[in-house]
């Protein structure tokens, strides 16, 4: 069942990050950033549960205005489904649904950035009929200890 995240959806889906960046972040500072996201209508989280294994699936959508577009930009911040149950379409359908909830917010494009080794993630957008327009170039500025978006982490 695809349905709305909400607070109780929040250990599921820091796992679910967790598994995708290959990490452990900092569980008070996920926390905090989810609380405020789930307040912010700028952000549409989705969840993919079935009733045996719980939630296997999210999708993290931020929508917002861009000078540049003149218009609203639909963002998928992350999409990550659990070991075990991908490739059987549930990535789809929570993109399908990001998609939508986007187009009825009045979102005129939908974008993601994804790491450059994601392979598997750049195919999988592509089938979903995503093009790869733009290169996203980043810059650290938490110190050189930082492992966020360094290229293969």
Do not use: W
């Given at each position: 069942?695809?349905?709305?995240?909400?607070?109780?959806?929040?250990?599921?889906?820091?796992?679910?990050?967790?598994?995708?960046?290959?990490?452990?972040?900092?569980?008070?500072?996920?926390?905090?950033?989810?609380?405020?996201?789930?307040?912010?209508?700028?952000?549409?989280?989705?969840?993919?549960?079935?009733?045996e294994d719980g939630v296997i699936g999210f999708l993290n959508l931020r929508m917002e205005?861009?000078?540049?577009?003149?218009?609203?930009?639909?963002?998928?911040?992350?999409?990550?489904?659990?070991?075990?149950?991908?490739?059987?379409?549930?990535?789809?359908?929570?993109?399908?649904?990001?998609?939508?909830?986007?187009?009825?917010?009045?979102?005129?494009?939908?974008?993601?950035?994804?790491?450059r080794l994601r392979l598997d993630a750049h195919?999988?957008?592509?089938?979903?009929?995503?093009?790869?327009?733009?290169?996203?170039?980043?810059?650290?500025?938490?110190?050189?200890?930082?492992?966020?978006?360094?290229?293969?982490?």
């Amino acid at each position: 069942m695809l349905r709305q995240a909400v607070r109780k959806d929040e250990k599921a889906a820091y796992e679910l990050i967790c598994d995708m960046e290959q990490t452990r972040l900092d569980e008070a500072a996920f926390h905090e950033i989810f609380c405020g996201q789930q307040e912010n209508p700028a952000y549409c989280p989705l969840v993919y549960e079935t009733a045996e294994d719980g939630v296997i699936g999210f999708l993290n959508l931020r929508m917002e205005s861009h000078l540049h577009h003149c218009g609203c930009i639909a963002e998928v911040m992350e999409l990550a489904v659990a070991e075990g149950h991908r490739s059987s379409g549930i990535g789809r359908e929570l993109f399908r649904e990001a998609c939508q909830q986007a187009k009825a917010r009045g979102c005129i494009q939908i974008e993601v950035c994804c790491n450059r080794l994601r392979l598997d993630a750049h195919r999988f957008y592509e089938r979903e009929g995503m093009k790869k327009y733009h290169f996203k170039l980043t810059m650290n500025l938490a110190g050189e200890t930082a492992a966020e978006n360094r290229l293969g982490i």
